[in-house]
């Protein structure tokens, strides 16, 4: 398989954006001992792959596997994170490592798994690890804010959330308002109004949990808006935030902004797509694109006003 040639696309560190990405033919690539090679179906786009400008959440077949390999074998449907020091996802092959690799189960599609990774365990991870959420429903209903609850993440956060009977208030504009509904969120406020932009619950609702998925809203709305000890989760931290974060902390306020970055780990990507399985979590796909037009799924996701997943298929 190693000396094949396969269609590919790659990052030209001359060009920005979706037009550095250029067509390429580059040789299939050899997993090691602990990696699988995977014939993908199907990749879905995150802001933090055109950030580093390669595609990392993928699903697909099994069609090597390396000499340590246990769990997997050839023909098996998988679903992976790649890492980033190998080429990305926009390829028509890809190794992965065995850790963060998981069966997929066929109710699940591959499109469907390919939009897991990053965005789903993102959510799950931040209302769990930071806002001491249980999606069982077996915790202490709590108030959760999800921002941007059409993007990516957000309509991952609003139905976990849900998940565990929280009471959500969802922020998106107003052509998502319906579908952001529809996941279960019990309030939602469009973003460009006033009360959008104050991030006021209509029922008058103080936040115990907010997963900001936007950047550019000062500390002081949330700091009106939270519970005495609310936390506010940044996935997108910048120096304001780290700033807000630092100053939280050596003044032992109660209320905390928590910046975040998801480790995505094997055990994560096997709970959500169980979850989708069961029907308890639905995938929103925005637009799909085959590999040939992967620039204009990119171009897409920069543009910032996807609903749901954008997903490019082989
Ligand atoms: N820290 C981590 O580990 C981690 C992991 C994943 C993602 N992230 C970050 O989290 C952010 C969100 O990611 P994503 O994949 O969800 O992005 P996305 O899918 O690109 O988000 C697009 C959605 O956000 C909505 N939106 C944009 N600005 C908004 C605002 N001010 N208020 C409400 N809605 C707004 C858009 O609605 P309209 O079209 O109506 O404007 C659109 O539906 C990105 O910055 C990403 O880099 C971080």
């Known amino acids: 398989m190693a000396e094949k040639p396969m269609q ?18 580059v040789p299939v690539p050899t997993p090691k001992n602990n990696e699988v090679l995977i014939k993908l179906e199907a990749i879905s786009i ?54 963060l690799t998981a069966a997929r189960p066929s109710e699940v599609s ?18 769990t690890e930071i806002g001491g959420v249980k999606l069982d429903g077996t915790g202490e209903p709590k108030n959760v804010l999800v921002t941007a609850a059409s993007g990516g993440v957000g309509v991952f956060a609003v139905q976990l959330a849900k998940l565990g009977n929280n009471h959500v208030t ?7 308002i319906d579908i952001v509904k529809s996941l279960g969120a019990d309030e939602v406020l469009d973003y460009k109004t006033p009360e959008g932009v104050a ?22 709305t949330f700091d009106t808006n939270l519970t005495e000890k609310g936390v506010v989760i940044d996935l997108t931290p910048g120096p304001s935030s780290m700033l807000t974060f630092a100053l939280k902390k050596v003044t032992f306020s109660k ?14 990507l096997e709970y959500l797509t169980q979850l989708v399985k069961e029907g308890k979590l ?8 085959p590999l040939s037009k992967a ?20």
């Open 8 to 25: 590919a696309v790659q990052y030209n560190s001359y060009g920005g954006g979706a037009s550095g990405l250029k067509h390429v033919e």
């Open 199 to 220: 991030l006021k619950s209509p029922s008058g609702k103080k936040y115990d949990v907010v997963i900001n998925c936007t950047t550019g809203i000062p500390w002081s």
């Open 255 to 268: 209320k905390r902004l928590v910046p975040f970055i998801v480790n995505v780990k094997r055990e994560g």
């Open 282 to 289: 639905k995938i929103i796909i925005d637009s799909k694109f």
């Open 46 to 99: 995150n802001p933090v792959d055109w950030k580093i400008q390669k595609g990392t959440d993928v699903a697909g077949e099994i069609v090597e596997v390396g000499a340590q390999v246990k769990d997997f074998k050839v023909g098996d449907k998988v679903i992976a994170k790649l890492t980033h020091q190998y080429g990305g996802g926009l390829a028509e092959f890809a190794v992965a490592s065995e850790s």
């Open 170 to 176: 969802a922020t998106c504009g107003t052509r998502n």
């Open 110 to 127: 591959a499109a469907e798994a390919a939009s897991l990774p990053i965005a789903g365990l993102t959510a799950r991870d931040a209302l």
């Open 295 to 314: 620039e204009d799924a990119w171009a897409k996701s920069i543009d910032g006003h996807a609903t749901g997943k954008i997903v490019v298929e082989q």
